[in-house]
DNA sequence: TAACTATTTAACTAAATGGTTAATTAGTCA
DNA sequence: TGACTAATTAACCATTTAGTTAAATAGTTA
């Protein structure tokens, strides 16, 4: 659960997994929204995959990514839960 | 708001927030549950407070510190909103 | 003032982070 | 097989991070 926190930790990524939420997306889609060398957004890549949150299927040329949407969840409410923020909370409340 | 998930990736300040979600506490008093010298500790306060996590409050020989719970707040809120995560968010959540 | 306590700042270090370019792996297709 | 495309791995580098010990700052108190 560590490991996800760093990840979330750097805006690259956390941008990624944004993209992410829409729908599965190649490495080099992915890439092309960053102004940054394909090594490096693979090295992100990688972050996000060893914290399990995203994970990674191969489709003839390319390989994809999609966003594991429960572990983000579960690393957030642990947070929420730690500090008593849990349901509510935003700044002008529930609103229903 | 980039500091703040900067400053929440590390575990040991985590805790550090996590005690002060109880009260106040002195330099001191944070330090005693840290296996670490009293400048780690400092400088792990730094990051905190300018990351507005945390306020500090010299009160004659020692100096306080206490817990922006606002500022931890928006920041989880802001994540939980770009994944769309809000309210909602238990394990076995509510399948429509 | 001098001694003492609490904390930070300074100077340094090892390891981690985030990027680069060059080389490699994996798959497609003529 | 050979050429091509997509992505990763390797090797390297500069900066940041998280810790250390020693020195400095700030406040209290005799």
Redesign the pocket.
Known sequence: MNDVY?AL??P??RKILELLKVREK????L?DHF?????????????LKSADLVY?R?E??????GLNLSVLQEALMGLMQAFDLGKSGSKDSENS
Chains 1, 2 share one sequence.
């Open positions: 760093r930790s750097d690259t990524r190649s490495a080099g889609e890439a102004d940054m060398s394909k090594p490096a957004m693979s090295k992100h890549f990688t972050v990674s191969r003839g040329n390319q390989i994809y990514y």
